[in-house]
C-alpha cells in the first residue's frame, strides 16, 4: 500500500527566503506525482505534475523535482511571498488499474511572514 | 484545465439526516472521484464514480453510507447517508479532465451537529 510523508509538517519563514518542501513515497512504481496548494477551507489548485519519467517541472517560481527510484519529490520556493501561506500537498498516481486514485500526503503548512 | 463546482459550497445538518452533495464539470470526463478530507488532515478517496456503471468505493466505505451517481459525463453525486457529528469534513470531487493532470472542485464544508 503506498504511504505518502511530506516534511515538514510546518514551516515560517520570513518573506523573500527560498525554501524546500519535500515528499517521499514507499511504492517507486508510480505514474505520476502532482503538487497542490490549499488555502483555509478552500478546495486544491494543482501547481505542478511530474511525469513518472521527467526529473522536475518548472512554473514561475516554483520547481518540482521528482527522483523516483528513492521515492522522493522536492517543491522549491524561490523568493517567497506572504501570498504563497498556504497548506502545499503532494499526491502519487499509482496509474494502472488505479490510474486516478490520487494518494495523498499530510501536507505542509506553509507561513510566510512579512 | 476543467472548471469544477460543487453545490452546496457548505451546509451544517443535524444528525441522521441525509445531504447530496452535486458535482458539475464544464467538459465530458470519463472518471469522478470523491474525497474526504476530516479536520486538520489530508484527503482520503472515497470512491471512483464512472458514467453508466457502479461506483467503486475504497476500503472503508460503503454504498448505503456514501451513495453515488453519475447519470451522464459531466455530472455526479455524493449523498452523505444517516449522518453523524464523524461525517464533519470537506468532501471534494475531482477529475481527469485533461489527462493526466487531475482537477478539483471548491470543496463543500460539511457540519453536523
Known amino acids: 500500500k503506498q504511504e505518502v510523508t511530506q516534511i515538514p509538517a510546518a514551516l515560517s519563514v520570513p518573506e523573500g527566503e527560498n525554501l524546500v518542501l519535500n515528499c517521499s513515497f514507499t511504492d517507486s512504481a508510480i505514474y505520476n506525482l502532482q503538487w497542490f496548494r490549499q488555502d483555509p477551507g478552500k478546495g486544491l489548485t494543482s501547481l505542478l505534475l511530474?511525469?513518472?519519467?521527467?526529473r522536475e517541472q518548472t512554473s514561475g517560481r516554483l520547481n518540482a523535482s521528482l527522483d523516483k527510484s528513492s521515492g522522493r519529490s522536492t517543491l522549491y520556493i524561490a523568493a517567497s511571498q506572504p501570498g504563497d501561506s498556504a497548506t502545499y500537498l503532494c499526491?502519487?498516481?499509482?496509474?494502472?488499474?488505479?490510474?486516478?486514485?490520487?494518494?495523498f500526503g499530510q501536507g505542509t503548512i506553509l507561513t510566510v511572514h512579512p | 484545465s476543467a472548471v469544477i463546482s460543487q453545490k452546496p459550497s457548505r451546509d451544517i445538518c443535524q444528525r441522521g439526516t441525509s445531504l447530496t452533495i452535486q458535482c458539475q464539470v464544464d467538459?465530458?470526463?470519463?472518471?469522478m472521484f470523491w474525497y474526504r478530507q476530516q479536520p486538520g488532515q489530508s484527503l482520503t478517496l472515497i470512491a471512483t464514480?464512472?458514467?453508466?456503471?457502479?461506483?467503486?468505493?475504497e476500503s472503508g466505505f460503503v454504498i448505503d453510507k456514501f451513495p453515488i451517481s453519475r447519470p451522464n459525463l459531466t455530472f455526479s453525486t455524493l449523498t452523505v447517508s444517516n449522518m453523524s457529528p464523524e461525517d464533519s469534513s470537506i468532501y471534494l470531487c475531482s477529475v481527469d479532465g485533461r489527462a493526466p493532470e487531475q482537477f478539483f472542485g471548491p470543496g463543500t464544508r460539511l457540519t453536523v451537529l
Open positions: 511530474i511525469q513518472s519519467s521527467q
Open positions: 499526491a502519487v498516481n499509482a496509474g494502472g488499474t488505479s490510474y486516478g486514485k490520487l494518494t
Open positions: 464514480a464512472n458514467q453508466g456503471s457502479e461506483a467503486t468505493y
Open positions: 467538459s465530458q470526463v470519463t472518471m
